[in-house]
């Protein structure tokens, strides 16, 4: 749950030295074949609640797990299923296309058992996502869990293609305690799979009728400030309602590699609302393309933003 200045999310730490900010910054990283979307949101890019976005992008590079959703290299980054004893384990190698399907997983702790005790993190214990090979169909969710440990996360419907699906957490219990991980597995949604390119670079996007811009220029590998203005029919808008915590989510991936970062502002929300500008600390590892994911709350419904972002 512009996830990536602490566009980082998956979430609190992987932070290098330096790094100032209350927020914490994860990476994480996707990366398999080509395929392209093509949803009902309203424009590319864009994804209202946990519906995918239809934005696009290049191809990510291809998984290299010697099974079906399993990735063993990169570990630490997100683009493994494992890191520290802790694994994201699943049955579900394949979801339907174009229908809602429910993806079932388990993180196993050093003791290979079921890990039923994690830390709340942004009003949650499990932050959930899923993108496209191509950067489109952006999702995030957050799963619930059985008593066996069993996790469900209710996925809208997926276009064909190769996947990457993301669980970030922090154990509450044993050796990880405290511990923020990001684990990842890739899936395939049967059917013809298209390839979509990545949007160009821009400082602005529009989504129901908002218009987001992103002032800044981050650096690759150093911590820099970013903010992230919002307003509707050229007025700042001053009515941000608290979303997890925050006044708004931000995620991001990385095109070539498509590594995953997750960023949050500095300014924690209160019982009132927020707005216009929203302040991050931004440390994006590698130059290049990012495509940016912000949402945001006003009168009770999630709103979804996307724009590229060059960074270098």
Sequence with gaps: MISSARL?????????????????????????????SNDSSSMPGMDH???????????????????????????????????DGYRLTSKDTTLPSGQQAGYRFTVTGPADKPVTDFAVDQTKRMHFY?????????????PAMAADGTWTADLSALT????????????????????????????????????APLPAPATSTQVDGYTVTVKGEPMPGMA?????????????????????????????????????????????????NGGPDLSFHAELPTSGNWRLFLQFQTGGKLHTAALTLRVG
């Design 8 to 36: 980082v999310t998956p979430r609190r730490a992987i932070a290098a030295a330096g790094a100032v900010a209350t927020l914490a910054l994860t990476l994480a990283a996707c990366g398999f074949s080509n395929d392209s």
């Design 49 to 83: 609640g946990s519906k995918p976005s239809t934005v696009s992008s290049s191809s990510a590079s291809p998984s290299t797990g010697g099974m079906p959703g399993m990735d063993h290299e990169a570990s630490g980054n997100g683009l493994s299923d494992s890191q």
């Design 130 to 142: 899923a993108i496209r090979s191509d950067l489109t169909g952006f999702q995030h969710v957050h």
């Design 160 to 195: 064909p293609g190769s996947w990457r699906v993301f669980a970030s957490f922090t154990p509450d219990t044993g050796r990880g305690k405290g511990k923020d991980l990001v684990l990842s597995r890739t899936l395939t949604v049967p059917g013809n799979a298209k390839q």
């Design 224 to 272: 820099h400030p970013l903010t992230v203005s919002i307003a509707t029919d050229g007025r700042p808008v001053t009515d941000l309602e608290p979303y997890l915590d925050t006044y708004a989510h931000l995620t991001a991936f990385h095109e070539g590699d498509a590594s995953f970062a997750h960023l949050h502002p500095t300014t924690k929300a209160s019982d009132g």
